[in-house]
């Protein structure tokens, strides 16, 4: 197999235009980030050609996992690749630190619930103890 072809962060911001626009998608979770020409499926977008165009030559994979794409879209992208992204060692400390900080939250976020329904327990235990007692 061919090796991939590999651009920088550099090369992929040139591809910025209706007429030539190229993504960066994925992370190290999705098997790293990959670069994509857009271009011809920017009219066929659901989503719309104006929002592919804001991120153009730019790192666009958060933006396309929060919309929660389906396995077509995901299929649909897979057909667009054009090589990898090749990170500076800069590039790839900072990534590795926003993932870490994602994942931080994301706990905080359990354990918020973890809380809510510790004092929801708490809660019922004691109305349900005033309950019972003016019966
Ligand atoms: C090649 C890259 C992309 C492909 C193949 C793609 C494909 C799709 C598809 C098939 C849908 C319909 C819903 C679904 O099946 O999930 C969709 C919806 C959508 N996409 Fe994308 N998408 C891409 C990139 C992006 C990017 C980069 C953004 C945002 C910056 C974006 C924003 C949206 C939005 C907002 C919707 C929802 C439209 C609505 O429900 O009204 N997409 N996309």
């Not at 979770?29 to 165009?53: C, F, I, Q, R, W």
């Not at 800069?90 to 905080?108: F, I, T």
Request: some cysteine; proline content about 1%.
């Amino acid at each position: 197999m061919a090796a991939e072809k590999e651009f920088t962060a550099a090369d992929v911001a040139k591809h910025n235009t209706a007429e030539d626009c190229w993504l960066i998608i994925g992370n190290e979770n999705t098997g790293g980030a990959k670069v994509y020409d857009v271009t011809s499926y920017l009219d066929d977008h659901p989503g719309g050609a104006e929002v592919m165009l804001d991120v153009g030559g730019k790192d666009a994979d958060e933006f396309f996992e929060d919309i929660g794409h389906s396995n077509d879209a995901r299929e649909e992208l897979a057909k667009h690749v054009v090589g990898v992204l090749k990170l500076t060692e800069e590039e790839k400390e900072k990534r590795r630190l926003a993932a870490e900080k994602k994942s931080g939250a994301d706990s905080g976020g359990m354990s918020m619930i973890a809380v809510l329904v510790a004092a929801a327990g708490i809660g019922y235990y004691f109305y349900k103890q005033k309950v019972d007692s003016s019966e």
